[in-house]
Antibody, heavy 115, light 105 residues
Framework: EVQLVQSGAEVKKPGESLKISCKGS????????IGWVRQMPGKGLEWMGI????????RYSPSFQGQVTISADKSISTAYLQWSSLKASDTAMYYC????????WGQGTLVTVSS | EIVLTQSPGTLSLSPGERATLSCRAS???????LAWYQQKPGQAPRLLIY???SRATGIPDRFSGSGSGTDFTLTISRLEPEDFAVYYC??????FGQGTKVEIK
C-alpha cells in the first residue's frame, strides 16, 4: 500500500528554522517526483516545488524560490521542506504528494508561526 | 508561467443536478498534463482526473473531464451528497487554479 506519512504539527516563533518531512512507503521512492503544496487557512492550494529523489532534480515555483528548500534522502525514502527563517505568513498546512499528477498525498503538516 | 483561472468561484446546486466547472489557461496546456482534484474540509486533496479526461483509480463515472488547449471542463453528471467540495485544476508540476466550491443549494 502506497503511503506518504508526514511529520507532526509544529509551533514556531518568527525567525526560527524548521524542517518538515514526508516518508514514502509501498513503492519505489526514487522513481516518482514528490511535490510540496501550501494551503493557508481558508485558502486554496499553492504549488511550491518538486523533487525527483532518484537524482535530486529540484524545481521551485517562482513564488517560493529562495524562500524554502526542498530536499530528499533516498536512503530513508524521505523528502523534506525547510525554512531558515520563518515568518508569520508561513502559517499554513503543508502537503506532500507523489508524482505528476499527484496520485497519493500525505496527511498534511500544520505549521503555526507566532510570537 | 501559465496561470489557470477557474470559474465560477462558487457553484450552488442541488443533489442530482449536473455540475460544470471550467478551468482556463493563460497559454496552451498539453491536455496530457492537466489534472483535477477534489478537496473536502479537513482532508488532503484527491486526484479525480488526469490527462484532462482519464479518471483516476476508484473515481465514479459520474465524474468526467474534457477540453484541450486553453479550455478544460470537469463535469459531475449527477451530484451526490459526497460531491459537495472544492475542486482544483492543475497543470502537472505547476500552479493550481484558485478552486471552485460546489455547495448545496
Amino acid at each position: 500500500e502506497v503511503q506518504l506519512v508526514q511529520s507532526g504539527a509544529e509551533v514556531k516563533k518568527p525567525g526560527e528554522s524548521l524542517k518538515i518531512s514526508c516518508k514514502g512507503s509501498g513503492y519505489s521512492f526514487t522513481s516518482y517526483w514528490i511535490g510540496w503544496v501550501r494551503q493557508m487557512p481558508g485558502k486554496g492550494l499553492e504549488w511550491m516545488g518538486i523533487i525527483y529523489p532518484g537524482d535530486s532534480d529540484t524545481r521551485y515555483s517562482p513564488s517560493f524560490q529562495g524562500q524554502v528548500t526542498i530536499s530528499a534522502d533516498k536512503s530513508i525514502s524521505t523528502a523534506y521542506l525547510q525554512w531558515s527563517s520563518l515568518k508569520a505568513s508561513d502559517t499554513a498546512m503543508y502537503y506532500c504528494a507523489r508524482g505528476m499528477p499527484s496520485d497519493y498525498w500525505g496527511q498534511g503538516t500544520l505549521v503555526t508561526v507566532s510570537s | 508561467e501559465i496561470v489557470l483561472t477557474q470559474s465560477p468561484g462558487t457553484l450552488s446546486l442541488s443533489p442530482g443536478e449536473r455540475a460544470t466547472l471550467s478551468c482556463r489557461a493563460s497559454q496552451s496546456v498539453s491536455s496530457s498534463y492537466l489534472a483535477w482534484y477534489q478537496q473536502k474540509p479537513g482532508q488532503a486533496p484527491r486526484l479525480l482526473i488526469y490527462g484532462a479526461s482519464s479518471r483516476a483509480t476508484g473515481i465514479p463515472d459520474r465524474f468526467s473531464g474534457s477540453g484541450s488547449g486553453t479550455d478544460f471542463t470537469l463535469t459531475i453528471s449527477r451530484l451526490e451528497p459526497e460531491d459537495f467540495a472544492v475542486y482544483y485544476c492543475q497543470q502537472y508540476g505547476r500552479a493550481f487554479g484558485q478552486g471552485t466550491k460546489v455547495e448545496i443549494k
